[in-house]
């Protein structure tokens, strides 16, 4: 029934430079106004051994804000993620402490599945609290913030947990430490886990559902998607993500303690929403939410190596750019 | 019908050679039309003809890009957004603009509230509204959520809202797409009580009975250009249809075919109650199109809903094929082969903010998947031949579906549903803000379902559209199927009967 000649004849559009979502560019445009000003400011800045460091730095953050990435995207938040890192780190520990195993290498392993298995059942607490319970997710996590906690404090009396045997220290120490051809161990796990995730939310079935789910639940639902069930993974995922950080944490230390984690959720949030991520759900940037924890370590690091502003303002500078990063995304959302 | 006296005079509002570009894409080509004191000026076209976008233009919601706006002769600039409302100018949108958490008394008068010494005049504004909400001859509680109501009633509230102004022209954009004809024949009412008092109208409508009805010109866009402006007195549907789509529409409906009486029974439902809908008893053969007709309100969707499990069910079965469906479990009646299409078309259907391929296949991603992931290239392929089939026009591939006209989300929401291949289809209103060119192919479309030996359930508001299309038609009123005909029965004056509750019989 096409009368409409323009449309039969129509040829391919050209793609020019406004069909570049500005949304998807602006945190890699940051990264790089940034590494300027950081280069304009201390000449030791962008060395490779600087910037490795900074890199091998963000790697906590950047990891548990790949799983804020799902969490977010599908609509949800989860605000617990600091004091999972602690509750998980110190039960993996008191693990190790115990001596169950008497093989190190062994218990080792055992001590990492158990971390992982511990940090999805947090996740999927969370996820069941918010879906079955009907909580708002807001209000679940951070009662679960608060229980994480509380439980990391008992289990500590309030001071540390640290690895008693050496020999399991020595023999853990490079999976923070340690090199792949020249990289940095957690570099690699950061382009790993993101590489990972980066294939489930924009190639599989799940990822297509996570979009949906936080683009409007009830036409997800109108569409056979088990809402429910995609918001429980996204927690769990989360919880995933949060046990891999802690494999990487563990080893750095050696030890735990009751303020371990603290104020990580804002930074994983942070990092989601500077990388271009919606806060309201939709889309997710797994690339972005990468770069935006890249930026916020980068900014601590820049403080560091200058000397007009003090680091003790490092708080107050963070809390400042999810700020700004909100404006900015509006501003751009408009215009698209 | 023609306005004699107001010919003459100056036009409230005139367009001049407005023309309108998105992007690299024109939507608009020099566009003329004025608008005269107290006259209803329909504005019709196929989907993406540009209407929309055209009296968003005139009501300042968005700038055009060249040509000049006209008010009472003098050039204007419209205030951006909603403040041309002060220059008595008001726009009821296609897409309802109102506020989710906002009660309907306080939607009606946001940003206008009434106040005494400071303090907000809860009950005056209640009053107000419940005196407007009754001219219209409206039930909705004045103090409930917008979020609770039904599509119908958030238009009627957003009818409500302006005819509760003091306005001057009033541009309604398919005010009449969810309402049944009680409802739009009450709208009506208003709008002539208004324009006797000399108010303006411009109505976009593709029921083009209506048009005929209220109207006293006619604009038609064709592809963003001007094609006529008439005396709606000098010509009929057919010539409006023809003028549209610039060429010869045959029937508009498909001949019926009925299915054997001893064709296999599909689907059956027994005693289903909900909340509102009491003891529904039917059956659908293969092959069969069976419609629902009744009052908006009725409890049809609700029925349906709980058929394919979307709402709980209290009690009764649905067999699918012989076998009982579950209650409650969307999923397993899908993968069973049965498919419900929902109205609510950006509520329910489709995801605004996303791409057309998105869309589409969301409801069958399990088509797509290779070794466990996603084929960019079988969607994209799925996407080529849903444009065909449904002939879904875009000037721009990537376009966000909240950016496509309301007819082209409308077949791209239908073929998402028919993309998961479905045996068993329940349509509710298949043509809500579709062109009569594309209504005609959607009937057609229709009907080679049943011939292919699916079975279909129309949900309509649109008497004429059961009566064309349906081999029976099952009647409901106030929750209950109170009448089901077949054959020579299937006439307005039936289904307005059984509707209304003047008659009944026992269905079951
Ligand atoms: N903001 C926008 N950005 C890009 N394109 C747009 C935008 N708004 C409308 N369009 C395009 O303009 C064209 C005309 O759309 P419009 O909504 O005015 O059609 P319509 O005549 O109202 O159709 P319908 O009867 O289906 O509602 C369509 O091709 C649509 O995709
Ligand atoms: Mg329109």
Redesign the pocket.
Known sequence: MSTNSDIEERVPRRRTWRDIDLRAVAPFAALILLLIIGALVNPNFIGLTNLANVATRSAFIAIIAVGATFVISSGDLDLSVGSMVAFVASLMILFMNSGAIADPSLMLVAAMVLAVVIGSACGLLNGLITTLGRIEPFIATLGTMGIYRGLTTWLSQGGAITLQSSELQSLYRPAYFGNVLGVPVPIVVILVVTAIAAFVLYRTRYGRHVVAVGSSREVARYSGIHVDRVRTIAFVIQGLCVAVAVLLYVPRLGSTSATTGILWELQAITAVVVGGTALKGGAGRVWGTICGAFILELVGNIMLLSNFISEYLIGAIQGSIIIIAMLVQRSLTRKS | MANDGAIASVPVLAAERISKT??E?Q?LFSVDMDILPGEVHALV??????????I?ILSGFQPPSSGRILLDGEPVTLPANSAAEALGIILIH?EFNLAEHLTVTESLFLGREVARFGVLDRKAMRAETRRVLDMLGSRIDENALISSLAVADKQMVEIAKAISRDARVIFM??PTAVLSREEAGVLFDQVRKLKAKGTSFVF?S?KLDEVMEISDRVTV?RD?QWIKTAPTSMLDGEAIAQLMVGRELSSLYPTKHEPDVDETIVLSVRGLTTGYVQDANFELRKGEVLGFSGLIGSGRSELMEAIAGLRPRLAGEVLLHGEPLVAGDFREANRRGLAYMTKDRKGMGLLLDEGMTTNLTLQSLGQHVTHGYLDPGSEAKAMARARRRFDI????DR?RVG???????QKLLLAKVMETEPQVIIIDEPTR???VGTKQQIYHFIAALAREGRSIIVVSSEMPEVIGLCTRVAVMREGHLVGMLEGEEISEQMIMRYAAGLRRKAVG
């Not at chain 2, 076209?45 to 055209?54: D, I, L, Q, Y």
């Not at chain 2, 026009?393 to 721009?396: E, K």
């Not at chain 2, 950016?403 to 989300?409: H, K, L, T």
């Open positions: 998105f992007g894409v939507v076209g196929e989907n993406g003809a540009g209407k929309s976008t055209f968003k296609q954009d398919e976009v593709h866009l963003g026009r875009v000037r721009d376009v950016r496509m006209s309301g007819g082209n989300q803000g579709i062109d």
